[in-house]
């Protein structure tokens, strides 16, 4: 297994990024990573979602593992199947105060593949989660 993880402090409350990190239509107004997805926050569904990594936007369509309102988001992916390279892809949100939260965006990376396609895309796919975390920010602090 091979983890990327980010983290990054947001003036506003856990409710506040809840509702963006959840408002999966609203993504392409805001999100330079995940450029657009659809579907709704219930466990045991899918989503859509298309991700821009090296000026090529791919689609996945993950299952939804955990949705634990204003604390945690997470969805596994899979390239073509199961066990070739696939993404455990989370958002935790720590309450720090009442006016501000720690979000941590993470993803364990499995599968025969992991490692050649992270050669390939691991300074990328970090790039776009940092994007992605400071988008969340000013989107939650406007």
């Not at 219930?42 to 989503?47: C, D, P």
């Not at 390279?85 to 720590?94: A, N, P, S, V, W």
């Not at 720690?102 to 790039?127: M, S, W, Y």
Request: proline share 2%.
């Amino acid at each position: 297994m091979i983890q990327i993880k980010t983290e990054i402090i947001i003036k506003a409350t856990d409710t506040k990024i809840w509702n963006i990190l959840c408002d999966f239509e609203n993504y392409k107004n805001w999100n330079p990573f995940i450029v657009n997805s659809s579907g709704k926050a219930i466990e045991g569904r899918k989503i859509t979602n298309s991700m821009k990594i090296q000026n090529k936007v791919q689609t996945f369509k993950p299952v939804l593992l955990v949705v634990d309102e204003n604390k945690k988001l997470e969805w596994l992916g899979s390239l073509f199947f199961k066990g070739l390279f696939d993404g455990q892809h989370y958002f935790e949100i720590e309450k720090i105060d009442k006016d501000y939260c720690k979000l941590t965006q993470g993803e364990h990376f499995r599968g025969i593949l992991v490692k050649p396609i992270l050669n390939k895309i691991r300074k990328d796919t970090l790039a776009g989660f940092v994007a992605m975390n400071e988008a969340l920010k000013l989107e939650a602090e406007k």
